[in-house]
């Protein structure tokens, strides 16, 4: 039975937020499809690296136009997060949200962040096999424990989320 949420202003402003960041998300996505297709040609990206040609270099933009399309594969990845929690959000602001949905949700948020650090090791991985002394390739990816916290913390939640939902039902019935 749903229940009016609190007056907190939290909700709001989450809600606020992960509409916002849905709209960056694509927007991201936007760039870095430019960057692959309209703008760069390798001339364009050895300047912009102060690179002379070498093998050295072509194997760096090489590993670069890697990392951007594997960055293309993240955009879903966000969106999927991002939805959910903006499901989420809507089902705690409706003051109802232990339901089925939303340990479904939590379920394919922890599958996407768990994605998403796996191609974050492939990213950082292409990144150190690029890099050289010369042009040092330095990047925000690889393993993160925090990262893998969230992953197995979701993951967690969502199998909470699913008791409680269980627990709420049974409730329900006895009543």
Known sequence: ???????????????VV??????????????????????PNEQWIMAAFKLSPSPEAERLV????????????????????LKRLLA????????DPFVAANAYRFQAIAW??????????????????VSTPAHPLHLDAGFSINGWLAVLLTFLLAR????????????????
């Open 18 to 39: 992960l509409r916002i960041l849905i709209v960056l998300n694509w927007l991201m996505g936007a760039a870095i499809l430019a960057l692959l297709v309209v703008i």
């Open 160 to 175: 909470v989320f699913a008791e409680g939902t269980l627990m709420r039902e049974d409730l329900e019935g006895m009543v």
């Open 88 to 95: 989420i959000v809507e089902t705690v602001r409706a003051g």
């Open 62 to 81: 090489m590993g670069l136009r890697a990392i951007a399309v594997l960055g293309l594969a993240v955009i879903p990845l966000n969106y999927t997060v």
């Open 1 to 15: 039975m749903p229940r009016p949420s609190s007056s907190s202003a939290a909700l709001p402003i989450a809600h």
């Open 112 to 129: 996407a962040l768990l994605v998403l650090q796996l191609l974050s090791l492939v990213i950082g991985a292409i990144a150190k096999s």
